[in-house]
């Protein structure tokens, strides 16, 4: 079974959210206890909890700690709400399934005004568990409709984390492999390290030695070699933003997949919840690419990246065909075409045998 | 001027070896002096000296060490000679540059049997220091060869590093860089950082810097996305083994940019000296490839990876294509073919507008 990164645990008024702490993963599993709403916006603020799905059932179990002890008068109560919605959707401005729960959870207590703050209390709480149920059927569903995809028997290439820790279980291109183990298909997956941040090593190879799927880790520069010398069925990933004509805004390093996967006629799949798509967008082009910080690339990593366990692929080098190449550079000359011939002609007369 | 990593100080019998500790880099630059052949044995067998070239000179120079106060009668002179070559031999034991160097070195002691010992040590001394002009030589060459096929202005990008450090001086695919550089081009690089060992961001970034060339460094798989967005005129790096019909087997990653150069019509060059090839091999399948240890995916970097001052390139995401995507899995179905049509119909009825 995949893991469920969030819960609530016990009742609304004595219970409280437990979520994975996803900063300290692979190396500590731990349960972060969330009772108040500064617990959430901190682990939200700091990516404990991380993945647009998972943010947004966060956010909305959050705005319930933050007022299930709200005053029990209608202006005392919304107040609370109002403040504490702001509270919560500043934590991640740039969120938008934050905003997405957060505003779904207030429109829901303004539809009940009049009745007493107890129920509409009650009501928040169980929207907040609805949104968690509605993010795992959808997870299944698209699970579903990708297991038809796989063959029986199959290795499969993905990059970064599009997996149960990002939704509320599941995930979304390995909610496809999930379903596919469970359909008793033969799976094993090689999961892109996902270079700067990681996501690949540490989380979906995580989460999938959690499930006993199979999984190893690569290099991102070694998914070509991979493609090019083991038989890799099909490449999976997730999505952030999908436009008009279905070009696709990933996790970087997803283009260069897709071209490797193109250039070894590899089906490259991209799993998504229909509000992902953004259909205002005619094009790729008009899609704005966040450029962060290079300190991400150029200051140390987490101490053990990969779980304990878990295989990396770590070809030294890998072999590039001659078609490719435009030109070798040589102290004797460029040869240019590559091929033999003209190899010979440049290397001549030292060793021409 | 490129950093020239090793040189030999003062004369044969007071002198020294110095080197940059390559281990060291980019966070300090120690230069390292080596006295006996036992600190030379260490520098190459830990990698404080590295790349083919580099490790020819220093091993060369190692041997000069080791025998230049071995007994003046030529029977003791010609044990301990055997005696270092071995011993400096199994420093590093498939390093094929190193064996090269020590044998010439070795056949170079053996022509002059009968001559006093101590005219056999000062031949020693200068055949080291020969095989070092020889590289710098050599490498100036393909400076020069390669140097034509870089325009007037231009922005290069290159894989792991085959630069000064890796040689006597001025590199293969960067002396291409420096002598365009010296002929009063314009030129940009962009350094992959090569994982997993990162010696793009840790050395080409340093020596470039070191040179005064600008340098941006990113995560390997951000260089489809930079072909995508940005102008890159040409891609260019080493080779570990070319064979006869110009198959290149070199740090792995390099296949994966090969490919992206091709589909985005960049030249991708090679830069190598001619005893790099293997005309013994008719095609790249020949090529063994080592498989290393996963510790070097798994385990933590040095704390600081890319030199102080220099630029990361660090796009959080990309744009793949539609034309690349074999289906999107949504939890409504899957869209295949991508187009907008299909995405219509499949998202329909709540996001048709």
């Known amino acids: 079974m995949p893991v469920r990164p969030i819960r609530w645990k016990s009742g609304l008024l004595d219970g409280c959210v437990e979520l994975i ?11 972060l206890e969330c009772r108040d709403a500064e617990t959430m916006f901190e682990a939200i603020q700091v990516l404990r909890v991380r993945g647009a799905p998972a943010i947004g059932v ?3 179990m959050g705005l319930v700690l933050a007022v299930r002890n709200a005053p029990e008068n ?18 991640r401005p740039t969120a938008v399934n934050l905003f997405w729960a957060l505003d779904r959870m207030v429109a829901r207590a303004k539809s009940l005004k009049g009745r007493p703050v107890s129920v509409i209390k009650q009501t928040l709480f169980d929207e907040a568990l609805t949104i968690q149920r509605e993010d795992a059927n959808m997870c299944r569903s698209i699970g579903g409709f990708g297991a038809v995809l796989v063959p029986q028997s199959a290795t499969i290439l993905t990059h970064c984390n599009a997996g149960s820790l990002a939704t509320a279980e599941y995930g979304t291109a390995l909610a496809v492999v999930y379903t596919a183990v469970e359909q008793g298909k033969k799976i094993q997956v ?3 390290e996902t270079r700067p941040l990681l996501q690949g ?3 979906t190879a995580w989460e999938l030695q959690q499930a006993g799927v199979p999984v190893t880790v690569l290099c991102d520069n070694a998914a070509g070699w991979l493609m090019q010398t083991k ?10 933003r999908i436009v008009a004509n ?3 805004a990933n996790k970087i390093g997803t283009y260069s997949l897709a071209v490797l996967a193109w250039r070894h006629n590899v089906p490259f799949y991209v799993a998504a919840p229909s509000s992902t798509f953004d259909l205002s967008l005619a094009d790729g082009s008009a899609i704005p690419i966040e450029m962060r910080s290079g ?13 304990d366990g878990v295989p990396c692929y770590n070809p030294a080098f890998d072999v590039t065909p001659a078609e490719l190449i435009r030109g070798i550079v040589t102290e004797r000359g460029v040869i240019s075409p590559v091929c033999r011939e003209r190899i010979r002609e440049v290397l001549a007369p030292s060793q021409t045998n």
Chains 1, 2 share one sequence.
């Open 231 to 240: 038989k890799i069925d099909l490449v999976i990933v997730g999505a952030d």
């Open 295 to 307: 300190d991400e690339i150029g200051r140390p990593f987490a101490s053990r990246v990969v779980p």
């Open 201 to 203: 090593a540490r989380l």
């Open 246 to 248: 279905g070009d696709t």
């Open 58 to 60: 966060a956010a909305a």
């Open 190 to 192: 090689y999961a892109d």
């Open 74 to 91: 209608e202006n005392g109560f919304f107040d609370a709400l109002s403040k504490a919605r702001d509270y919560l959707a500043s934590s």
């Open 21 to 31: 702490d996803q900063t300290l993963l692979p190396g500590k599993l731990v349960w």
